[in-house]
């Protein structure tokens, strides 16, 4: 288990932000294979090597994030989210080991099971009621720059226009560089956002149309390749902007510093809402790859 008493010193536009009352109610509301003709069995030639003819029939693989091999840094699904006494865990599926938790009574989400009115088309969620978060330890698997990666989040939230709302972040607070990291907010009121905003840093944002604070689930891209940071909601690419190359690498990376998910210490920039499943991918994705991780998650999560 890793510890989470980190502190984050806030400074500029981070500070804004104060502690939201927990919303007790959480105001949530191809390839096919090819038949097997029983008509033209297999047929021994008769040969020396004993070969059967081809039936013409494929055997169908489904993609799962698995296929991305290496790239694949992590996998969260709500449906594994456990307590384990006295904590709660979200297991990492990306064999790394970037499993998420939290250990203060008070902070820890709570698993909304996939057999309830709360889950996302037969599949359970991590809830988020304001004053929670869930924190990875450092890896170098989970620091990305100056490459390019992918991040993949199903979430919904309900954060108010006044309010941030954390999905992920991984980030630095070095004087001068504007907050370097990677974050994926759900509500980001200092831009009158209350869609989605992806950032590298405060000079690099990349913004949704607003009022989708609706409790209402979505997949959620944030894609960097080719020196271009894109958005994208539902499978669509939303907004885009060219990497100026401001964050300093290393700052960027945030080395010894934990990832987030849901929110940070401080009861600040905490989402309302859930979140159903996370996909992170250090490396480049090609368009035929995004589409089949994006096409996988809707699928999934019937969009």
């Not at 890896?139 to 954390?166: C, E, K, S």
């Not at 909601?233 to 907004?239: C, R, S, T």
């Amino acid at each position: 288990m890793v510890g989470i008493g980190l502190v984050f010193a806030c400074t500029g536009d981070e500070t804004t932000d104060t502690p939201s009352t927990p919303d007790a109610t959480s105001g949530i509301d191809v390839n096919q294979p090819k038949p097997d003709s029983s008509t033209n069995p297999p047929v021994d030639a008769g040969s020396d090597t004993g070969t059967v003819a081809d039936t013409g029939a494929d055997t169908f693989v489904p993609f799962t994030p698995a296929a991305l091999g290496s790239r694949l840094v992590l996998w969260l699904e709500g449906d594994a989210f456990t307590d384990i006494g006295g904590s709660v865990k979200w297991p990492d599926k990306s064999g790394l080991g970037n499993d998420a938790f939290q250990d203060a009574a008070t902070r820890m989400p709570a698993i909304v099971d996939a057999s309830t009115d709360g889950a996302v088309n037969g599949h359970g969620v991590v809830r988020f009621a304001g004053n929670q978060f869930l924190a990875i330890a450092d890896n170098v698997a989970l620091q990305w720059a100056p490459g390019d990666f992918g991040f993949y989040i199903v979430m919904r939230h309900t954060n108010g226009t006044n309010d941030y709302g954390i999905g992920y972040a991984k980030w630095s607070d070095v004087g001068g560089l504007g907050f370097p990291g990677f974050f994926m907010w759900a509500s980001y009121p200092q831009a009158g956002a209350t869609g989605y905003v992806t950032r590298l840093d405060t000079q690099q944002a990349v913004l949704s149309d607003g009022g989708l604070n609706d409790g209402v689930a979505r997949l959620v891209a944030a894609r960097k390749v080719a020196g271009n940071l894109e958005l994208r909601v539902q499978g669509n690419q939303v907004g885009m902007i060219t990497d100026a190359g401001f964050p300093d690498a290393s700052a960027f990376n945030a080395p010894g510093i934990p990832a987030v998910i849901g929110g940070r210490q401080g009861a600040i920039q905490a989402l309302k809402g859930d979140i159903a499943e996370i996909i992170a991918v250090k490396g480049t994705l090609t368009d035929a790859e995004q589409t089949s991780v994006e096409t996988y998650l809707k699928a999934k999560y019937g969009f």
